[in-house]
C-alpha cells in the first residue's frame, strides 16, 4: 500500500521541551560513499581508529575496512557493502571528536537526526543501539534489500534505482508531488494517497525522499521513472533536473517489503548482553525520517525504523520541525560527504558560521579542526 506522507501540523508525535535545545548531529545517508573515505582519519588518529576498523572487520567477519581503503568503487557502492561502510565511518568520526578534540557527546548534542540510513549512526550517538548492534542489524538489513532487488530484476527484469528530481521553481513542489501521485494511480483527495496498485512491485514507483523545498527522490523502476517525467512535462508543466543517485537498489520503496519484516525480527532479539536490542530511554530524542518527530517509546521506534525500508524520508518536515520548533541553531553534520548539511543550510538560510550558530560537515581531519573551534566560538557567542 502507497501512502502520501501526511502534512507536518497533521501528526501529534511527542516534542521535546527541552531549554537550550540548539545543536544537533546529522549523520549522512546511501550514496556518499568513496573509496578512501576512512584513510585520512586512520592517518591522522591510529590510536582511534584502528581499533575501530579492527572492530567492525571482527563484528562483521570480513575485512570491511579494505574494500573502503581500496574499492573497487563498486564493491563498495554494493548496498551490502556501503550501507554498514557509511553507518561505521559516521561513528568512527564521531569517536575521533570524543577522543581527540574532548568533544562529549552527551553534553554537546542536544538531538540527532539521520539522512536515511544515517538513522542508524543518530540512534547509536543517541544512545538506542550499540555500535556493535547498529552495524550487525545493518549488515542483514543491507543483505536483505540487496536480495530483494536481485529477485525483483531476477522475476520481471528491468532496471531499478533511484533518482533526485531538482525543481527551479520552489513553489510548485507541492503540485508536482500530486502529480507525480496522480501518474501513479493515486487519489488526490485526502490526507492517505493509497491504492493497491495491479502492477508487479518492480514496475512501481515511489518517492523514497522529501529532501527539501524543491528536490524529492523517486524509487523503483528507471523505465517507469522515466516515464513518469514524460508524463509531467507533457500534462502538468514540469521539466525538473534530474539526477540518478548511486545506489544499486530502490531504497523506501514497495520493493523493500521483505527487508521490512527482517527488521522486525531483528528488533525483537535481545543483544549480546542480554539487553532488549533498542535502549530506551537514549541519551538524547531522535527524529524519526518516517514521522518528522522524535521516537516517543520503545515500540514505536522499532515499528518506525522497520517502516522506514519502505516509506518516505521526510527530512525537509524533520529539519523544519528542528528549525521552527525545537529552534536548533547549530547543525553539525558528521561522515562522509556534506549531503546532509547542504540541504539543512539551503532550508534554514545558513553556511558554515554565523553569530551564535551555523552549518558545517565534517568529513575530513582538517573540517574536525575548523568545525570544532567554530562551534566553540558559536556557542560563546550565544552565551554572550
Known sequence: MLRKPQTLSSLDFCHTNQPHTTNTFLPPGQGVQKVGMLTPW?????????PLMEEVDTLLGFSLTKVIAEGPNAALTATQHSQPAIMATSIIILRVLEQEFGFHTQERVDITLGH???????????GYLTFEDALRILQKRAEAMAECSRKAVEDYGGEVG????????????????????EFLLLSS?????DSAMDVPPVEQV?????????QIVLSGSIERIKTLLTHLRQFGGHDPRHVRL????????SMMKPAQDVMRRLLEKKSQDGEDIIRWPGIMPCVSNVSARPFNSREQLKDLL????VETVRWWDSVKYLHQEVQIRRWIGIGPGKVGRNLVGKEVGMKGAVKGGGV???????????VMKALDETEQAEED
Open 306 to 309: 522497520a517502516r522506514q525500508c
Open 189 to 193: 483527495q485526502g490526507s492517505k494517497y
Open 42 to 50: 586512520a592517518t591522522a588518529y591510529p590510536r582511534t581508529v584502528k
Open 162 to 181: 533511484m533518482v533526485a528530481l531538482i525543481l527551479e521553481n520552489e513553489s510548485r513542489l507541492a503540485e508536482f508531488i500530486d502529480g507525480v501521485y
Open 360 to 370: 558545517w560537515g565534517i568529513t575530513s581531519p582538517q573540517e574536525a579542526e575548523e
Open 116 to 126: 536515511s540510513l544515517g538513522e542508524f549512526a543518530a540512534l547509536v550517538a543517541g
Open 246 to 253: 548511486k545506489s544499486d537498489s530502490p531504497f523506501h520503496s
Open 206 to 214: 515511489m518517492i523514497a525522499n522529501i529532501n527539501s523545498k524543491n
